[in-house]
């Protein structure tokens, strides 16, 4: 057997594809958009025909492939890689899937646990979180508490009843994008409250960070890479957002229709 020991100080890099086309576009047929690159049409990891139902999303997702450069960074072409998980779906997740894990994600939000070792991280997040958590207790007809200590936080029953008559108003590519939004600030408090438009997306990245920030008043920061992190948390918290509304765009004008 061959000894890896000798590479160990030397990872493995995955060079970023080159670009290989020129221009990006958007087709219209059979109810949905197509993105093209150049004369061909884009593809799904799968090989799967790319198509999303709502144009503003086409033509975003077209804007992410012309804002390549040399290389293509698909890390930082959010909006496609979402659309690839729904198209593809690769965990073969159905919608009760989707639904559950945010329901089990909902019973641990970081908005709901508050540190009572320091009293002015605690004083903060009274401020700071109290407010969403009331906000969100009204808007989703919910009662849930925060808590101080080790206890979980209370999470009535129907409360998850609630969250999950909103959940199922909506369609799969949706649900990826709340569920993109919800892991990526780490509560699905802020990210309702952000896809509800009640906050924006800097100030929901900001709240989901919160004792972070409050730490690093403490004990300093490096600028560029706190500053990275938090750009990149905005971008990924900013797409899914954009995605879950172009994707429910349909359902509230039928329900609107319907009303």
């Not at 049409?41 to 033509?59: C, D, Q, W, Y």
């Not at 849930?144 to 998850?160: D, H, R, Y």
């Not at 900013?238 to 609107?256: G, L």
């Amino acid at each position: 057997m061959t000894s890896l020991q000798g590479f160990q100080n030397f990872p493995i890099q995955v060079s970023s594809p080159k670009r290989f086309y020129k221009n990006s576009s958007i087709l219209y047929a059979d109810g949905k958009y197509e993105i093209t690159l150049d004369q061909r049409k884009l593809k799904t990891p799968t090989g799967k025909l790319f198509t999303v139902e709502s144009e503003p999303l086409a033509l975003a997702i077209s804007a992410e492939w012309n804002a390549q450069k040399d290389t293509i960074e698909r890390s930082n072409m959010m909006l496609t890689a979402l659309s690839n998980t729904v198209l593809d779906n690769p965990n073969r997740l159905t919608k009760l899937d989707i639904i559950n894990f945010l329901l089990s994600y909902a019973e641990t939000d970081t908005v709901l646990f508050h540190n009572e070792s320091e009293p002015r991280l605690l004083q903060l997040q009274a401020e700071q979180w109290d407010p969403l958590i009331e906000w969100f207790n009204k808007r989703y007809d919910t009662e849930l508490e925060k808590t101080t200590n080790i206890s979980p936080p209370v999470f009535p029953a129907g409360a998850k009843m609630s969250i999950a008559k909103f959940l199922k108003s909506h369609e799969m590519p949706a649900l990826h994008g709340i569920q993109f939004a919800v892991e990526t600030v780490k509560s699905v408090i802020l990210a309702f409250a952000c896809i509800d438009r009640h906050i924006s997306v800097e100030q929901a990245v900001l709240l989901s960070r919160l004792e972070e920030e409050y730490q690093l008043g403490h004990w300093g920061r490096v600028e560029w890479a706190h500053d990275i992190s938090q750009q990149d948390l905005q971008a990924r918290l900013a797409s899914a957002v954009f995605h879950t509304h172009c994707c429910s765009f349909s359902h509230f004008v039928k329900e609107k229709m319907v009303a």
